[in-house]
Each structure stands twice: as C-alpha cells, then as structure tokens.
C-alpha cells in the first residue's frame, strides 16, 4: 500500500514556476515508477511526466518537455515537478501516481493516487 500527498501548487503568473513535492508513505516506494499526471476542468486526465524506480529513465509528455522536470529522492520518499515557463494551458488540477508497472505514459498502469492539487496560471 503506498499512500501519497501532493504540495506546492498555486496562483502563478505566466512565465513563472512552481515545484511540486508528492510525498509517499510506505517502505517500497523505491520499487516503483512514479508520474504526473493533471486535469484541466471539462478535459481528461492526462500524462505529464514519469520516472523509473531508480531515476536513471525520465519521460514527458511533448506539451511540457523542455519545462517541466521530473525528480526523486528515494531517501525522503518524494518525487517532485519542476515546472517553468508556465503557460496558461497549464493550469489543472496535478496528480501523482505510482505504478509497478512498465508502460508509464498509460494511466490505467498506475496503482496509487494522490488527492491532487490546483495549480492555476494566469496570463
């Protein structure tokens, strides 16, 4: 069982970043793959960016790449999300997710669920 919250959303001007922080509970939080995914109201939930267990392979989806950067520290149980150069269309609700699985772009491989949190850009 792996229990996850999610901090560091908010009001930011476009352009400007923010850092989010997903802190996981449990011992095994280093077997698995963590992402980002976010919703924006009326729209799907989509993938943002994943990392393998150990952090040696990052991915991204194309609307972020060169933005956004995905992290973790397995020592405190935390994935983070660099994100700068932020757009108005960034502006969702941010998820992160854990998965044993291997094909992390997909939602439907993830396990675990945190409670999100809003992250707003105005322009």
């Known amino acids: 069982q792996v229990q996850l919250v999610e901090s560091g959303g908010g009001l930011v001007q476009a352009g400007g970043s923010l850092r989010l922080s997903c802190a996981a509970s449990?011992?095994?939080?280093?077997?698995?793959?963590m992402g980002w995914f976010r919703q924006a109201p009326g729209k799907e939930r989509e993938f943002v960016a994943a990392?393998?267990?150990?952090?040696?392979?990052?991915y991204y989806a194309d609307s972020v790449k060169g933005r956004f950067t995905i992290s973790r520290d397995n020592a405190k149980n935390t994935v983070y999300l660099q994100m700068n150069s932020l757009k108005p269309e960034d502006t969702a609700v941010y998820y992160c997710?854990?998965?044993?699985?291997?094909?992390?772009?997909?939602?439907?491989?993830?396990?675990?669920w945190g409670q999100g949190t809003q992250v707003t850009v105005s322009s």
């Open positions: 990392i393998s267990w150990s952090g040696g392979s990052t």
């Open positions: 449990g011992r095994t939080f280093s077997s698995y793959a």
């Open positions: 997710a854990a998965t044993l699985g291997v094909v992390v772009t997909l939602r439907g491989v993830y396990d675990y």
